[in-house]
């Protein structure tokens, strides 16, 4: 399914959610003191606008990035979801980062990204992608993107590359190990 549609349903239905902290505001006499709540894996979530979200598509470093474009609504994506964990698993030592980058609108949030990151355990790098201007931020990702999910950037400071289909895992290796040696 198209992003387009996704998101011009998105700016009918749907406010604009914020990268707000779980936090618990004490005062003392005339001051104000923040005290972070600690919350267990998938309380919290990353929200970024494409400007803050870019900052992971262009590392620079010695790690090899897999940045995965999904969402929960998305059968391909939930169903390639387990590769992308096993890859970050399988590499860890090899200096890959797997990125998985929910498009999932904001109203879904706490009702269904952070129970899914939950139940399935997900341990690579989750954040939440909130940015309803596509047109502008999808070319930015790969001008060849047509904005259809699941899509994929593997990129390391020499080379990059765009997918925009699903993966098995071992199709999803085999793109991997040009980028490792």
Not at 41 to 49: Q, R, S
Request: proline fraction near 5%; charged fraction near 30%; aromatic fraction near 14%.
């Amino acid at each position: 399914m198209k992003l387009n549609v996704l998101f011009v349903a998105f700016l009918i239905m749907a406010s604009c959610g914020g990268n707000k902290k779980n936090e618990a505001v004490t005062e003392t006499a005339s001051k104000e003191i923040k005290v972070e709540v600690p919350q267990e894996k998938g309380d919290a979530l990353e929200v970024y606008d494409f400007d803050g979200f870019e900052k992971f598509l262009n590392k620079k470093d010695d790690k090899v990035y897999v940045v995965n474009f999904w969402a929960t609504w998305c059968a391909p994506c939930v169903k390639e979801l387990p590769y992308f964990e096993k890859l970050n698993a399988a590499y860890a030592d090899e200096n890959v980062e797997v990125l998985l980058v929910s498009l999932d609108f904001p109203h879904m949030y706490d009702t269904k990204l952070k129970p899914f990151i939950k139940e399935n355990n997900l341990q690579s790098h989750v954040v939440a992608l909130d940015d309803p201007d596509m047109n502008t931020w999808i070319p930015k990702v790969d001008e060849s993107w047509s904005g259809s999910i699941p899509a994929t950037v593997i990129y390391n400071k020499d080379k990059r590359a765009f997918f925009e289909q699903s993966f098995t895992y071992d199709e999803l290796e085999k793109e991997i190990k040009p980028f490792i040696n």
